[in-house]
């Protein structure tokens, strides 16, 4: 390939890069390419994040650059996850491996790190991380990674606020770990109610408050209850009308990624299943197993799930990095740090102008549509420079949103159309069908979406996956017994 220009200080002749003190295996991949007689160091592209922007960034750049880049993706996890099947995972309809992608699978001839970015030091261009193995390994436990380009994709985490109880015992709902325990813990309380017969107990078990009237949270939920109430069934003393299901929401509305008329017609739906949806209300608190809100109410309830908002990884406060007030990497339009050369970001982590907007300085929603249509441009906009040429802004309107509400049941606001119901359903589960990456996950996934049209849902509760060597212990004598 022409022109691909390391931004190091040019070296003269065959000087392989020095590895670093520590995790010197994991760049011993790194050789210089020999083109036309002359020596060409690969540039070292380190993407930190694995996620929409992450995997789709590192696998353009892999599939442009080939050769003559060294593309390396540092994750947390060994996967990327589909985010909105997340309460399709919840409910059971989709199994928790099919919304995960395995990133050594997909990002083939790149290098996968599993680990933690700790901070990026973009002055001596070099990321510093810590791995399973560099923890293990003594000293500071922490191995650095330097770099040519630096690509920033480490989305965000949920935005908490300082409601007492709420960090000891809410559930956030961002993860496939959090779907999983959530399912697994909705299906214990009914299990707790259906075998006591103290009423304070098995009212805070059969009572499940959401926090949240976004997307996310009004999906959770209308799955959740939707599987509950199903679940009931199998129950000789529960039944569906024991369960209270209450969503909190400050806004005077919910939905806001939607137009009002659907957002009336998707709170009418919820009302009509009896799930009782507060507006204007905030949590106060939730110790002891009550919920307290703004309006007065007090709610037994060992259930508290929080969807309110997404705010950036706490990475980007650790990077040297130009950022907003909001903790956001400031981004221009073509992805590039403000005013810094070889950093980009996008995604959640990012504050990137929406220049479809009719407000100037208006920034693009964290969406997984901007992530990944942002990746591309990001990816293109690297590979631009390393060939010294020009940079594309980037520019997308947003298409809209939708989500499922239980099984047939959804809401849905897409290319100008609004859907309530199982048309919107439908809808759902087309797009994000048509969303989710490779073949072998959409395969998966029907197969997961056949199987449940055909046997009956899968009810019961793995709550003791969380502690999986409890039993082993007790059987070993140990002292330590499985929590209740
Ligand atoms: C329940 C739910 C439903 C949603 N539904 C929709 C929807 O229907 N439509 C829509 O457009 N959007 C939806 N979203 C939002 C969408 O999923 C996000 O906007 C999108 O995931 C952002 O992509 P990202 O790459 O910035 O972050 P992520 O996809 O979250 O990826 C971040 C990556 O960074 C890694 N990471 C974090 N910190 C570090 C570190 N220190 N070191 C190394 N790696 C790190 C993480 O492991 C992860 O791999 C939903 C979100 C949720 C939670």
């Known amino acids: 390939m022409k022109g691909v220009v390391p931004p190091r200080p040019p070296r003269s002749g065959y000087a392989p890069r020095r590895p670093p003190a520590t995790g010197a295996a994991l760049w011993t991949n790194l050789r210089p390419t020999v083109r036309h007689g002359r020596v060409k160091q690969p540039a070292r592209i380190l993407v930190v994040g694995g996620g929409y922007v992450g995997m789709n960034a590192a696998l353009r750049l892999r599939r442009a650059l080939g050769d003559d880049a060294r593309v390396t993706v540092v994750s947390c996890d ?23 992608v395995p990133l050594r699978r997909v990002l083939a001839g790149c290098t996968v790190i599993v680990g933690d970015v700790l901070r990026i030091e973009h002055a001596r261009r070099t990321a510093i991380a810590a791995t399973p193995a560099s923890r ?39 993860t496939v ?52 109430r199903y679940a009931t069934r199998h129950f000789h003393n529960v039944t569906a009308g024991d369960l209270r299901w209450v969503l909190v929401e400050a806004a005077d509305r919910i939905l806001p990624e939607v137009g009002a008329e659907v957002a009336d017609r998707t709170l009418r739906e ?36 929080w969807t309110a908002g997404v705010k950036p990884h706490p990475l980007v406060a650790a990077c040297d990095l130009p950022r907003t007030g909001d903790g956001a990497l400031r981004c221009d339009a073509t992805l590039r740090l403000e005013g810094t050369a070889h950093a980009w970001a996008a995604g959640d982590a990012a504050a990137v102008p929406d220049l479809t907007a009719a407000e100037p300085g208006t920034l693009c929603a964290p969406s997984a549509q901007h992530a ?64 989710v990456p490779t073949l072998n996950r959409k395969s998966r996934v029907v197969a997961d979406w ?24 007790l059987a070993a004598g140990s002292d330590r017994r499985p929590d209740a």
């Open 78 to 100: 060994p996967y990327m996850t589909y985010q909105p099947f997340l309460a399709e995972t919840a409910a059971g309809s989709i199994a928790p491996a099919h919304v995960v």
């Open 136 to 174: 293990q390994e003594g000293g500071t436990g922490e191995i650095e990674l330097p770099y040519d380009e630096v690509v920033v994709a480490c989305g965000s985490v949920s935005r908490t606020l300082p409601v007492p109880g709420l960090a000891e015992t809410g559930i956030g709902f961002k």
């Open 177 to 228: 770990e959090e779907a999983i325990g959530l399912r697994n813990h909705v299906l214990t309380q009914l299990d707790i109610a259906s075998s006591t017969r103290d009423v304070e107990i098995r009212d805070a078990a059969l009572t499940f408050v959401v926090v949240g009237g976004g997307f996310a949270g009004v999906g959770a939920l209308g799955e959740l209850e939707d599987m509950s």
């Open 270 to 305: 919820l009302r009509r299943r009896n799930i009782d949806v507060r507006l204007s209300t905030r949590l106060e608190s939730c110790e002891h197993s009550v919920a307290r809100l703004s309006d007065g109410s007090r709610l037994p309830t060992r259930t508290v799930v």
């Open 372 to 435: 990944v249509r942002q990746a591309r441009v990001l990816a293109d906009n690297v590979v631009a420079t390393l060939r010294g040429e020009p940079l594309t802004d980037y520019r997308h309107a947003h298409v809209g949103s939708v989500a499922p509400l239980g099984l047939h049941k959804g809401v849905a606001s897409l290319y100008g159309r609004r859907l309530t119901g199982y048309p919107a359903w439908l809808m759902h589960r087309a797009f994000h069908l048509s969303q």
């Open 450 to 473: 056949l199987l449940a049209a055909l046997v009956k849902r899968e009810i019961v509760a793995l709550g003791s996956l969380e502690t999986p060597r409890a039993e082993f212990e």
